[in-house]
Nanobody, 124 residues
């Protein structure tokens, strides 16, 4: 049984910061690509960014480049999303996800495991 559990969401004022965590359990993810997605009501789940579990290679959606940073702690089987300079348009439910492959992907349909999501609300 694979489980991904996100934490760290909450309410923050515009310009503030939050750090989301995604703890993986049930198997090792040394060869899995990990992604962060976000979703607002009535919208599709959109790719925020991703990281290769072993190599530390990251990629980001243009709207978050320079503000968000993805990192990982392999010893803890945990991926992080550091969000700085938050804007009201960053308000969403944030999900972490894992692929069963090493290759990058920004397509939610290509991810095999999902967390339950954590709400991030940025007030203006």
């Amino acid at each position: 049984q694979v489980q991904l559990v996100e934490s760290g969401g909450g309410l923050v004022q515009a310009g503030g910061s939050l750090r989301l965590s995604c703890a993986a359990s049930g198997r090792t993810f040394n060869n899995n690509y990990m992604g962060w997605f976000r979703q607002t009501p009535g919208e599709e789940r959109n790719f925020v960014g991703g990281i290769s579990w072993g190599g530390g290679r990251t990629v980001y959606q243009d709207s978050v480049k320079g503000r968000f940073t993805i990192s990982r702690d392999n010893a803890k089987n945990t991926v992080y999303l550091q969000m700085n300079s938050l804007k009201p348009e960053d308000t969403a439910v944030y999900y972490c996800a894992a692929r069963s492959f090493v290759v990058d992907s920004d397509d939610a349909g290509e991810y095999d495991y999902w967390g339950q999501g954590t709400q991030v609300t940025v007030s203006s």
